[in-house]
């Protein structure tokens, strides 16, 4: 089983690097869409642990879901300053996956989860260098006491509420911006935004973040999502 294992996290590291190498080139699948924000299960969630959460609302091409207390939780990198997602993305998951297979201070390996995710907060401009944080879901095992790493830290999402926004594809540093914009648009004038910009504005979440899922041999049924991160402030106080 040990070896089973061992030889499927390996195969997901070789076709990471080989979804991160394509998107850099901006190769786009013949098959990518976009679903207009509408929920679909990621294909990769049926196969391996994700994070789960409750759905509050569903509206026109966002989603608002609520991840519960200690239930979520990510081991990130620090801050990578980089001029690209797709090539930031690829440096933390080099770090996490040798996290992953073992090099942290218990020597414990830890098995494949989905999203990776990247936190961006954008630069001030076109030439320079926006900051980006790649974190791995730790799996429900490990969550109580996952195993430290130099140079990575533990997030735990506690009542955090998500805006979300689908779409397919592969990603690349093109693409994320034009979904973010969407999101932010099909947001506005909705009690979430004010929420959304009152957490941004204080700090306390990136601009947005950009989840994958999948293989990328699957050029179907892709499922990437756009993320607002943020707190109710009736929830921060009452915690």
Not at 137 to 161: D, E
Not at 195 to 214: F, L, M, P, W
């Amino acid at each position: 089983m040990a070896a089973a294992s061992t030889m499927i996290t390996l195969k997901f590291s070789f076709l990471w690097s080989l979804l991160l190498s394509v998107s850099l080139l901006g190769v786009k699948s013949s098959h990518s869409h976009q679903n207009g924000g509408r929920r679909t299960i990621p294909p990769t969630c049926k196969r391996i642990e994700c994070p789960t959460h409750d759905v509050i609302e569903v509206g026109d091409g966002y989603e608002i879901r609520r991840y519960n207390n200690n239930s979520t939780v990510w081991m990130s990198t620090s801050p990578i300053q980089d001029i690209s997602l797709v090539e930031a993305t690829r440096t933390g998951f080099r770090s996490l996956f040798d996290y992953i297979q073992g090099k942290n201070n218990y020597k414990q390996k830890i098995e494949m989860t989905a999203p990776v995710i990247t936190e961006v907060s954008p630069s001030d401009g076109p030439f320079c260098k926006s900051s980006f944080v790649v974190s791995f879901f730790v799996p429900k095992l490990n969550q109580a006491n996952p195993p430290p790493a130099k140079g990575l830290h533990v997030q735990r999402w506690n009542n955090m509420y998500v805006a979300a926004r689908q779409f397919g594809g592969h990603v690349n540093d093109s693409n994320v911006a034009v979904e973010a914009a969407v999101l932010r648009a099909s947001i506005e004038g909705t009690k979430w935004s004010g929420a959304i910009d009152k957490n941004q504005k204080a700090g306390h979440a990136s601009v947005y973040t950009v989840a994958q899922y999948n293989d990328p041999f699957e050029y179907q049924n892709r499922v990437n999502e756009i993320l607002f991160l943020f707190e109710m402030e009736s929830e921060r106080h009452a915690i």
